[in-house]
């Protein structure tokens, strides 16, 4: 199983970045996607996610500025981060949850900084 992370990196505030996770290794279609996030010497913290059937829902951090997508035929999953802001410099992880049962899986994650 892996999922890996790409299109981290610096921004300046007020700009955007799309992250994408690949997923291999499991049926990624029976899976729940989310983002999450984890700042220095702060806790994780949900951002967003997709449900199998593409219903999503976002953290409040997130709400109006990020879109979360994801392709079933390519097993990946997106965030599209626009309007950024300082605060938002993380490293974001990329988390699977099976729909029905136990197993979920995470990311190596990746740095996103957002600065001037």
């Known amino acids: 199983v892996q999922l890996v992370e790409s299109g981290g990196g610096l921004v300046q505030p007020g700009g955007s970045l799309r992250l994408s996770c690949a997923a291999s290794?499991?049926?990624?279609?029976?899976?729940?996607m989310n983002w999450y996030r984890q700042a220095p010497g702060k806790g994780r913290e949900w951002v967003a996610g997709i449900s199998s059937v593409e219903f999503t829902s976002y953290g409040g951090s997130a709400k109006g500025r990020f879109t979360i997508s994801r392709d079933n035929a390519k097993n990946t999953v997106s965030l599209q981060m626009n309007s950024l802001k300082p605060e938002d410099t993380a490293v974001y992880y990329c988390h699977a949850k099976e729909r029905i049962g136990p197993a979920e899986y995470w990311g190596q994650g990746i740095q996103v900084t957002v600065s001037s």
């Open positions: 290794g499991f049926t990624f279609s029976r899976f729940g």
